[in-house]
């Protein structure tokens, strides 16, 4: 089955610098790659997402890349600010298969410091 | 409702004790999912349904889970004879559609906590 890796664990900047998190994933069938945003003890919150006829997409401060050759995507947010702390989790999946059978990263805890 | 409402918020059991999740999806939405999400994990899948059935129920660890959807709406998860290793936050996420094209829409979850 699918298994997807999430690096790094924790990551710390400093207000208005850029942050990147990349994950790997197994299954070449995959074609679904979104991520979540989750603060503590809130739900998981779809912040954005890549389809894998699409090799980059851009949403404000958020940017996805996606690499199917070397089966990896990353999330990169510019000018990060405070509110941008969170648990970011990557995921994959094949979803022509009917269903989004999302297998998650383990996740990445940014915190953005005044 | 306006998002995914799941109930209870919170759950404190003993172990061997049967427990009962409750998930009411956004209106109109078909596909409904739960996840299991350990301290420190991303969410693992458990099971998927369309409409009242279950499509897809690999997730599930062991005959101790089952879960129902008997109207196409709500959702129930049991658990029999609940384990110390339950205890996660138990999450339930609905999809306008079953195609792979939909957002989930996750709900703030219950934690299950067996003592």
């Known amino acids: 089955g699918e298994n997807v890796e999430q690096h790094p664990s924790t990551l710390s900047v400093q207000e208005g610098d850029s942050a990147v998190i990349k994950c790997t994933y197994s299954d070449s069938a995959s074609n679904y790659f979104p991520w979540y945003k989750q603060e503590l003890g809130k739900r998981p919150q779809l912040i954005i997402d890549i389809r894998s006829n699409v090799g980059e997409k851009k949403d404000q401060r958020i940017a996805v890349t996606l690499n199917k050759t070397a089966k990896h995507f990353s999330l990169h947010i510019t000018e990060t600010q405070p509110e941008d702390s969170a648990v970011y989790f990557c995921a994959a999946s094949r979803g022509n298969t009917g269903f989004q059978k999302l297998v998650f990263g383990t996740g990445t805890r940014l915190l953005v410091s005044p | 409702g306006a998002g995914v409402s799941q109930t209870p918020s919170n759950k404190v059991t003993e172990k061997g004790k049967y427990v009962e999740l409750r998930c009411d999806p956004i209106s109109g939405h078909t596909a409904l999912y739960w996840y299991r999400q350990s301290l420190g994990q991303g969410p693992e899948f458990l099971i998927y349904?369309?409409?009242?059935?279950?499509?897809?129920d690999s997730g599930l660890p062991n005959d101790r889970f089952f879960a129902v959807r008997p109207e196409g709406s709500v959702s129930t998860l049991k658990i029999q004879r609940t384990e110390r290793g339950d205890s996660a936050v138990y999450l339930c996420a609905s999809s306008r559609s079953a195609g792979g094209t939909g957002e989930l829409f996750f709900g703030e979850g219950s934690r299950l906590t067996v003592l």
């Open positions: 349904f369309q409409g009242t059935g279950a499509a897809d």
